[in-house]
């Protein structure tokens, strides 16, 4: 139904930025809900960022401040700007989506998002 596809990962120093975007294709007026999570090495996967379709966003407390997400509805894209990154920013990240069936946007909702990008790795060095 959707495709999610992440690109704009790659290697910085503390203190850099990094804009990430994830180009959904396929049915994507039933798009509800996307989100930016992250997985580092041994770590279970988190929540970043959530964005609904009415607009409303959630963030993790340890990015509030230095990232953002937004959505182009009209490119199908989502955007997830990094800034003051820190080395433990440092994570495969991934784009999710919710679609109509329902579930609760917000980042702690892992398990409501169903559709999946295949990552791209985000590398924060000191």
């Known amino acids: 139904q959707v495709q999610l596809v992440e690109s704009g990962g790659g290697s910085v120093q503390a203190g850099g930025s990094l804009r990430l975007s994830c180009a959904a294709s396929?049915?994507?007026?039933?798009?509800?809900?996307m989100g930016w999570f992250r997985q580092a090495p041994g770590k279970e996967r988190e929540g970043v960022a959530t964005?609904?379709?009415?607009?409303?966003?959630s963030y993790r407390s340890s990015v509030k401040g230095r990232f953002t997400i937004s959505q182009d509805n009209a490119k199908n894209t989502l955007y997830l700007q990094m800034n003051s990154l820190k080395p433990e920013d440092t994570a495969m990240y991934y784009c999710?989506?919710?679609?109509?069936?329902?579930?609760?946007?917000?980042?702690?909702?892992?398990?409501?998002?169903?559709?999946w990008g295949q990552g791209t790795q985000v590398t924060v060095s000191s």
């Open positions: 999710a989506a919710q679609l109509e069936s329902g579930g609760y946007c917000y980042v702690a909702a892992l398990s409501d998002f169903h559709v």
């Open positions: 396929g049915y994507t007026y039933s798009i509800y809900c």
């Open positions: 964005v609904r379709s009415d607009g409303s966003t």
